[in-house]
T-cell receptor, first 113, second 115 residues
Framework: GENVEQHPSTLSVQEGDSAVIKCTYS??????FPWYKQELGKRPQLIID?????GEKKDQRIAVTLNKTAKHFSLHITETQPEDSAVYFC????????????FGTGTRLKVLA | DADVTQTPRNRITKTGKRIMLECSQT?????MYWYRQDPGLGLRLIYY???????NKGEISDGYSVSRQAQAKFSLSLESAIPNQTALYFC??????????????FGDGTRLSIL
């Protein structure tokens, strides 16, 4: 079946540094790529998304890049803060038009003060 | 604010029991989903529904069933619970009126423990 791989599984950075989380997908027909943040004990919440007709999207300290040829996309967080500590999930739409998403296995980000 | 509400938030039960997890939403979204979250495995789709008459299996539907009682309600049942169904369960919704692929909005989750 279709698959989304996410790396690394854990990431520790010093406050103020940048963090990068990478995902690769297998379905070449995927065209929508959301990123979710899940704080401890909370629900996953959308933080940014990108569609396949765009190569990069930014929202303040967060950016996502997409390389359709290589079938990978990345989340970039700059000037990290302690409140960025959470689990981050990437996802890719199922290219068969069923409006399902395939999620990565998550990255636990720790921002050290 | 429009929201996705899951009940119960926590449940402990015994092997072999029948359990129902409920999800209701006030977002007016047609699409609803049930996921299971296990450490290191991310979110895996159990069932999804695009309207009251449309129910589809996800990647891990064995041992589960669902009912879409109304546009706003989507319930997940474990007919005979087993310990490896211990997990965090999330309901989610999305709005097809905004276009093909849209973000999914999650409830707060139900933490289920089966002894």
């Amino acid at each position: 079946g279709e698959n989304v791989e996410q790396h690394p599984s854990t990431l520790s950075v010093q406050e103020g540094d940048s963090a990068v989380i990478k995902c690769t997908y297998s379905d070449s027909a995927s065209n929508y790529f959301p990123w979710y943040k899940q704080e401890l004990g909370k629900r996953p919440q959308l933080i940014i998304d990108i569609r396949s007709n765009v190569g990069e999207k930014k929202d303040q300290r967060i950016a996502v890049t997409l390389n359709k040829t290589a079938k990978h996309f990345s989340l970039h967080i700059t000037e990290t803060q302690p409140e960025d500590s959470a689990v981050y999930f990437c996802a890719a739409s199922d290219g068969s038009g069923t409006y399902k998403y395939i999620f990565g296995t998550g990255t636990r980000l720790k921002v050290l003060a | 604010d429009a929201d996705v509400t899951q009940t119960p938030r926590n449940r402990i039960t015994k092997t072999g029991k029948r359990i129902m997890l409920e999800c209701s939403q006030t977002k007016g979204h047609d699409r609803m989903y049930w996921y299971r979250q296990d450490p290191g495995l991310g979110l895996r789709l159990i069932y999804y529904s695009f309207d009251v008459k449309d129910i589809n299996k996800g990647e891990i539907s064995d041992g589960y069933s669902v009912s879409r009682q109304a546009q706003a309600k989507f319930s997940l049942s474990l007919e005979s619970a087993i310990p490896n169904q211990t997990a965090l369960y999330f309901c989610a919704t999305s709005d097809p009126r905004l276009g093909s692929n849209q973000p999914q909005h999650f409830g707060d989750g139900t933490r289920l423990s089966i002894l």
